[in-house]
């Protein structure tokens, strides 16, 4: 069983992490993917997987996410922006052996960041993504159509997964047919998630090839465990909800998400 998306620096901060990265072996954890969100992050996750990687293997990935973008007012958006993006640029050519992607990046609609700013970020990570041959780890809220905008007006060739997918059938579709895959989490644990339950029945029964795990740890808590940090031995949960309200065997949801992720993230 594979957590495709875990921040571990961002957990590592209120938790012990040794003693989640055992917990999450112990509940049968086999690889954990730990997207960046800044600069720091990206080395912070790096050292994390040197760090453990005697307790499980840890890949990571390289990314700016939008709720960052405009973190330090002392200088021009254009300046950290153009600043940020190169030193992006400069750790996916030298690639610490745990990079195994390019995010997490997105858009968001929800945020005070100008959309036009995060599509010109975006954009750069998917032409960095498509010319380093790495899939791109991506974000959405309140922005399917932007992404798929930006896809289609960068004619972006690459693969990659929709982190946290949440959405109708029809736009599962428009990703699965651009090759990316989609992220279940423990939004399908709630029973008010019925559009996401519903177009995921869709999906185990058409496109299980293109479904991945994650918890989003420390975020996105499962239900019946509000209130306190999501961990990636959470991920569960997950598989005890898909296996209960779809009648799919536990064990084929884990064969075929694993290959999944190494299909994607080799």
């Known amino acids: 069983m594979i957590d495709s998306h ?3 620096d961002l957990l590592a901060s209120g938790k012990n992490l040794e003693v989640v990265l055992d917990s999450a072996v112990s509940n049968g954890l086999s690889r954990i993917m730990a997207p ?3 600069p720091e992050s990206w080395r912070e996750l790096q050292n994390i997987a040197d760090q453990y990687r005697n307790i499980i293997p840890i890949d990571s990935a390289l990314g700016l996410h939008p709720y960052f973008l405009d973190a330090n007012d002392a200088l ?3 300046k950290i922006i153009s600043h940020q993006l190169s030193l992006l640029e400069e750790a996916a050519l030298a690639r610490h052996a745990s990079v195994k992607a390019i995010g997490e990046t997105g858009v968001d609609g929800h945020i005070d ?4 700013l995060q599509q010109r970020v975006f954009n750069a990570h998917l032409a960095l993504a498509e010319r380093i041959s790495l899939p791109i780890i991506v974000h959405h809220r309140k922005s399917h159509h932007l992404l798929l905008e930006c896809f289609k007006q960068s004619n972006y060739q690459g693969i990659g997964v929709i982190h946290a997918f949440s959405g109708s059938v029809e736009v599962a579709k428009g990703y699965i047919e651009r090759g990316f895959y989609l992220g279940i989490g423990g939004t ?3 029973e008010r998630a019925k559009k996401t339950r519903q177009t995921l029945g869709y999906l185990l029964e058409h496109h299980i090839d293109k479904l991945l795990l994650e918890t989003d740890a420390p975020d996105m808590p499962m239900c019946g465990r509000q209130g306190e940090p999501n961990e990636p031995g959470y991920l569960t949960d997950v598989v005890d909800a898909i296996s209960k309200l779809y009648s799919v065997e536990k064990s084929e949801v884990i064969a075929a998400t694993t290959r999944n992720y190494f299909r994607l993230f080799g």
């Open 76 to 78: 021009p958006s254009d």
């Open 113 to 116: 960041t100008p959309v036009k």
């Open 6 to 8: 875990c921040h571990l």
């Open 36 to 38: 960046s969100v800044h």
């Open 188 to 190: 399908i644990t709630y």
